[in-house]
């Protein structure tokens, strides 16, 4: 294309550093701001305005920020059961799936401890909250044993077995905690029984201690990835199956452990949301919402390419911005979801601008010949 | 565009030109002030090593590159393709070496395929007529009716010749155009190349070794080198030393002188080993055979004789149906791969890119593929990359592996770097039994000289070697044992300076060795009569 006397080309980038992708992410998200005020427009709204009380809710509001940060670590946990799989070349679509099983198994240490008759149960937290964790991280494990096992053993096609095992298990939770579940409110209402207070997970300056685990996670997955023998061979079978194989690796163990680990990340994003949040602390009627709501971590894995560090801002923005949005769409009076519609345009921009780390523009003066 | 520019162009009169191409990538200048030049009815041998631009300038003349400087002129009008689809529109037409066929298909929907009178309504009939007549006048054989993939390679590339001109193509560019076949199917494509070229069709193979094809040939061979041209000679006056010395830069070694070591104690053993193809068919037959420290036992056949079975048995990648591996005197029959590695068994396949290296991982990763289970660079669960680069470094200078850096991905490698950093790094092992499948397969000259003198090097060193390979000279100059293999069994078992030539030939092709009968083989590993 000419620009006065340059012309813009597109060329091939041999390779992309660091600081080149994190600029492509911010404009991106610029660019996607930017696209989205139109429909702020359309409505009727100004887009300053909006995303001014978008950003300052989120981030900056004593009733907002709370709000983000839980979302924040449910959303980083989603993150990470996406990107261990991913990491071996495998999709795991079954996160929704895989932390419901991870709540169930949660809820299950509290019923047998009796959490589900009184309300007031003293009951220990420094025991049954580690047995919670375990559990929920052990259900969840459970469940990405499945495909982890099917893809290992007889090469059956993961993204079909996770996907169909989220079904089977939002159902199951609905078993449990609607009329006559071993889980129902003994209100009924359709939800499970409440925890009782003395096992509400403990807050740090009202944020759930779960925030060390997903901050940890990132640490911990990053170290594993970059140093360890066992993640040098989930990335030689995410790269090339047949080539991790000569080299002597496990093509069976490789997908049942990503799946099995992913899982259990996933089962602990499930506690997190149903048994570590305040004002939840139950299985709610509207728990498809947060199952519908881990896909995100699908998303906020591609965007950060992998990378367990950079899945931090990714995750925190896309938390943000789904309270924001929220929040803005009932103060302005927005007739339309403006949450979902928002990280929809998001997504779509940060994917698609993943085409400029493969190639650049370039502007460069026009030679003298012509075509 | 300007269609029907070769429309009445006669023999001798210049299809095809190319002045001054010049292309450069970031970092490369790929093509440097090209010329080329090709009339109707020539047969014009484009030659170089791996890396010295053929493929940039076949892209170029193919539409997919533009150059940065230079023009191509076909029927003596300047053209700039904007696509292929424009060259192939102005009758030019590419015969790729990774056939682009769809195999699901027949024969005949692939030729139509792209074609511009499909689309609308097919006459498969008139059609079949036509194509059957190219057949005849060229002497191609095919069956237009069966699917792509029940082609042998060599039938999949007369699909893709069969496809070029009957979309009108005047200029056939060949890329590396006997690559992959067996020596009569290379014979009949030669004499359908020298047919073609009788009909006015101008002709460009590129040839990266197999310098014989282009002496058979060619009219004229051009000679390229670090992207420029080295020389453009009338093959009538060269040789296969000259020519080889033009592409490389220096005179190379065609013969090894075969070292005889002292041979030691016997490290493999394999009795009456079966297996099953991929394909479900019975692929080995019950081989036995041994080798024992110091020297080489070659296994020559064409391809789909089972060779690869037995390599990947060795290594560990495939289940034996039936028989017995013994490694020293330990049973290894059913090892994984990764004991056999621990074992010091090492195994170089075949398959560079898509077994025997990671594409997106750098080279001291690809490197860390023979280490990351090794006491010495792994402690407690951690690999020690800072050891595995510094063994990286010393392999990258040893073996002149040409790479900007450790960090460069392996993609980046050409075939023969590639083939160069797989090898250093088995034996870097220094493996009692190496399996070496197809080592040399598609390397340029001077790769070619540098692994074998590699394997050389090794036996020196006492290991026992199995040389799996299609180049019946290869394994005739380097090998103590020569096995050749047909439909899973071996042939017999010659000592190498017994081996004549024709007879390893035609054992190849099926027919045992009387002198040598396959029961001693048997029996005794062959190795004491």
């Given at each position: 294309m000419r620009i006065g006397s340059h012309e813009l080309k597109i060329e091939k980038r041999l390779m992309l550093v660091g600081w080149q992708a994190a600029v492509i992410s911010i404009l991106a998200i610029m660019f996607a701001l930017a696209l989205f005020s139109i429909i702020f427009v359309l409505a009727g709204i100004n887009p300053l305005l909006a995303y001014q009380e978008i950003f300052s809710y989120a981030f900056a509001n004593p009733y907002g920020l709370p709000l983000t940060i839980n979302r924040f670590i449910f959303l980083l946990l989603c993150t990470y059961a996406f990107i261990i799989p991913f990491r071996a070349g495998l999709w795991n679509i079954g996160m929704t799936g895989q932390l419901y099983a991870g709540t169930l198994g949660a809820f299950a240490i509290l019923f047998a401890f009796g959490g589900k008759n009184s309300h007031t149960a003293e009951l220990s937290p420094e025991i049954l909250i580690p047995l919670m964790l375990i559990a929920a991280a052990l259900g969840g494990g459970v469940l990405g044993a499945i495909p982890g096992f099917l893809k290992g053993k007889f090469n059956i096609n993961e993204i079909v077995v996770t996907m169909m095992l989220n079904f089977i298990v939002f159902w199951l939770v609905a078993f449990m905690i609607k009329e006559g579940g071993l889980f129902m409110n003994p209100g009924g209402r359709g939800e499970s029984f409440e925890l009782p207070p003395s096992v509400y997970a403990p807050l740090i300056t009202g944020v759930p201690f779960t925030i060390f685990l997903g901050l940890g996670l990132a640490v911990l997955l990053y170290f594993l990835f970059a140093k360890t023998k066992i993640g040098y061979q989930i990335r030689a079978y995410g790269h090339n199956p047949a080539a991790a194989r000569y080299a002597g690796i496990s093509t069976f163990k490789i997908p049942l452990l990503v799946f099995v680990i992913g899982g259990a990340v996933a089962g602990l994003a499930g506690y997190h949301y149903f048994a570590a949040v305040p004002g939840v602390y139950k299985i709610a009627r509207n728990y498809g919402f947060f199952g519908d709501l881990a896909f995100y971590g699908i998303i906020c894995g591609l965007i950060s390419l992998g990378n367990p560090l950079l899945s931090i801002p990714v995750a925190l923005l896309f938390g943000g911005l789904s309270i924001g949005g929220r929040f803005v769409q009932g103060k302005l009076h927005i007739g339309f979801g403006v949450d979902y519609a928002l990280l929809g345009v998001l997504m779509i921009t940060l994917v698609a601008f993943q085409f400029f780390y493969r190639y650049r523009l370039v502007l460069r003066p026009l030679k003298g010949s012509d075509e | 565009m300007q269609n029907g520019l070769l429309e009445s162009i006669k023999r001798g009169e210049t299809v095809l030109e190319a002045r001054g191409i010049t292309k450069r990538f970031p970092g490369v200048l790929a093509n440097d002030r090209i010329d080329f030049e090709i009339k109707a009815g020539e047969i014009h041998a484009i030659l170089g090593e791996n890396g010295a631009g053929k493929t940039t300038l076949m892209n170029i003349l193919f539409g997919l590159y533009q150059p940065d400087e230079g023009e191509v002129i076909i029927g003596g009008k300047e053209v700039k393709f904007r696509s292929p689809l424009d060259a192939i529109d102005l009758g030019i037409g590419m015969v790729h070496q990774n056939r682009k066929l769809v195999s699901a298909h027949t024969v005949i929907e692939n030729i139509v395929l792209g074609h511009p009178r499909a689309g609308k309504i097919l006459d498969l009939k008139r059609t079949g007529h036509e194509i059957n007549e190219l057949c005849d006048r060229y002497g191609f054989k095919i069956d237009l009716r069966a699917k792509v993939w029940q082609l042998s390679e060599g039938e999949k590339q007369v699909v893709e010749i069969l496809k070029a001109l009957y979309r009108g193509a005047k200029v056939l560019i060949l890329d590396e155009p006997t690559s992959a076949l067996a020596p009569p199917e290379t014979k009949k494509l030669l004499a359908s190349i020298e047919a073609m070229a009788r009909d006015e069709l101008a002709i460009v193979p590129f040839i990266t070794h197999k310098l014989p094809i282009v002496l058979a040939i060619s009219d004229r061979v051009t000679v390229l080198r670090r992207g420029r041209v080295t020389a453009r000679l009338e093959t009538a006056r060269v040789t296969e030393k000259s020519l080889a010395k033009e592409m490389v830069g220096r005179e190379v070694i065609f013969r090894l002188e075969r070292t005889s070591v002292e041979k030691g104690e016997p490290i493999l053993q394999v009795e009456n080993l079966s297996a099953v193809s991929d394909k479900g068919?019975?692929?080995?037959?019950g081989i036995s055979f041994s080798v024992r420290e110091g020297e080489i036992f070659g296994i020559a056949g064409v391809s789909g004789n089972g060779q690869h079975e037995l390599a990947e048995i060795l290594a560990g990648l495939r289940k034996a149906e039936g028989g017995k591996v013994t490694l020293g005197g330990r049973d290894?029959?059913?090892?994984t791969s990764l004991e056999r590695w621990q074992m010091g068994i090492g195994y170089i396949p075949s398959e560079r890119t898509e077994v025997g290296s990671i594409g997106d991982f750098s080279l001291v990763e690809n490197v860390t593929m023979n280490f990351y289970f090794d006491d010495a660079y792994s402690q407690r669960g951690i690999v020690d990359y800072r050891n595995i680069r510094k063994l990286t470094q010393e392999i990258v200078s040893e073996y002149s592996v040409m790479a900007p850096s450790p960090d460069t991905k392996a993609k980046n490698l050409s075939g023969g770097n590639l083939q160069k950093l797989i090898l250093a790094r088995v034996l870097s092992r220094r493996p009692r039994l190496l399996i070496a499948n197809l080592p040399t397969q598609g390397l340029d000259v001077g790769a070619t000289e540098f692994v074998r003198n590699k394997l050389m090097e090794a036996k020196k060193q006492k290991a026992g070697i199995i040389l799996i390979s299609e180049d019946l000279d290869e394994v005739l100059s380097l090998s103590d044992w020569v096995a050749p293999i047909y439909e899973g069994e071996f042939m017999g078992i010659i000592a190498g300076e017994e081996t004549k030539r024709d007879r390893v030939g035609a054992m190849m092709a099926g027919s045992r060795s009387s002198l040598f009968p396959p029961q001693v083989g048997e029996d005794e590993g062959g190795k004491e009569t």
């Open positions: - | 068919f019975l692929a080995l037959k290894i029959t059913y090892c």
